[in-house]
């Protein structure tokens, strides 16, 4: 528990300090924010401001990790390893995203089909990992299954042979990570929303990987030893969980309205793919449907915006995603935040309360 606390005051001192001496980097080279003409009118005030703060999160979360890491006299393990991995690659992606943004003064960076390419790449290197290198209980750092709280066995890969495994594999992480990390890149449009989501989610995610490695397979014969989880590595993953926490919350100070600096591409994909990737490492790939459900609920506006329009040439709302809505319906941004970080936080306790309920059960 000690490096549990470290990789949390750390990472939070880190971001808290070091985001000030990042902007007046960013701002001594103008990289500020590019923003579209087509947006919300109180947003053009917003143009110029500082961008790619993702790099801040990501560094004080890294910091976090790598002392607490060596607090406890361990290597980082293969899930840990991965999930980083993760993590880090999504966020150069999106490093690149904005800085060609910014140096060409668009809305649009990267090109699409380069950004696919990366985020593929990055997928199947992490999809193969979760597939190798097993401890000596049998658990490997991901699982070719389908999960909700716990694999499903009926939904095995292997059922396709080790080739299809492979193949259906990659294709499930990717499929999760381009959900997720535009999850959270759609919900980053307001000053603060993004971060402050990410602390709901990414908590929920510390607590439940800090269970699962309490109740971490094999058990000591207990009555409560069927109930166990088959995770790899889960108190690894309750200190990035834990790292990312303090980032966001560190980082938020600056971030909130009115913002000083936005995470950009740089932080939300970078949130986006560990969000995923926790979810697969931690056997809850459905469960996180509830945990992130306010990514979910922006990411299903933006659809349904797009779907109705094309069938009909109307619009549902005033302007997707969510947010926006709201936004041109006059409400003040803050009270819009606001809002919908309630929102999050009540998915993120339900999301607990799912996991801990199937544990009562299970146990039982």
Not at 119 to 127: V, Y
Not at 243 to 256: D, E, P, Q, Y
Not at 301 to 325: E, N, W, Y
Request: net charge positive; hydrophobic share 55%; proline share 4%.
């Amino acid at each position: 528990m000690i490096a549990i606390g470290v990789a949390l005051a750390l990472s939070l001192v880190a971001a808290l300090v070091g985001t000030p001496g990042f902007i007046r980097f960013l701002r001594r080279r103008e990289y500020g924010q590019f923003i579209r003409q087509d947006g919300p009118t109180a947003h053009l005030t917003k143009r110029g401001t500082p961008t790619m703060g993702g790099v801040v999160i990501i560094a004080a979360a890294l910091l976090g990790f790598v002392v607490a890491e060596a607090i406890r006299g361990q290597l980082p393990s293969l899930s840990a390893l991965l999930l980083l991995f993760l993590f880090v690659g999504l966020g150069l992606i999106g490093f690149l995203d904005d800085y060609i943004k910014i140096s060409k003064q668009r809305s649009l960076g990267l090109k699409p089909w380069a950004k696919i390419v990366g985020q593929g790449l990055i997928g199947i290197i992490f999809a193969a990992g979760c597939l190798i290198a097993p401890d000596a209980a049998g658990n490997r750092p991901g699982s070719a299954a389908i999960s909700i709280v716990r694999d499903i066995d009926a939904t095995s890969f292997y059922r396709f042979g080790i080739a299809g495994a492979v193949i259906l594999m990659i294709v499930w992480v990717n499929f999760l990570v381009t959900a997720w990390s535009n999850g959270v890149n759609l919900t980053d449009g307001l000053d603060g929303l993004a971060t402050g989501a990410s602390l709901f989610a990414f908590g929920s995610y510390a607590v439940i990987a800090l269970w699962q490695s309490y109740q971490r397979c094999p058990l000591p014969d207990s009555e409560v030893a069927h109930a166990c989880y088959a995770v790899r590595d889960p108190f690894d993953l309750a200190i990035i969980a834990v790292s990312i926490v303090g980032a966001c919350f560190g980082f938020l100070w600056w971030n909130t309205s009115p913002a000083q600096i936005f995470m950009g591409d740089t932080g939300s994909l970078a949130l986006g793919g560990a969000f995923a990737g926790l979810s697969i490492l931690t056997r809850t790939e459905f469960l996180a449907v509830i945990i992130g459900g306010l990514f979910v609920l922006i990411v299903v506006s933006d659809i349904i915006q797009i779907g109705v329009f094309k069938l009909t040439h109307k619009r549902v709302f005033k302007m997707a995603p969510l947010h926006h809505h709201f936004e041109l319906m006059g409400w003040p941004e803050v009270t819009i935040v606001v809002r919908f970080w309630i929102i999050a936080g009540l998915f993120a306790v339900l999301g607990v309360a799912l996991f801990y309920a199937e544990w009562v059960v299970a146990a039982q």
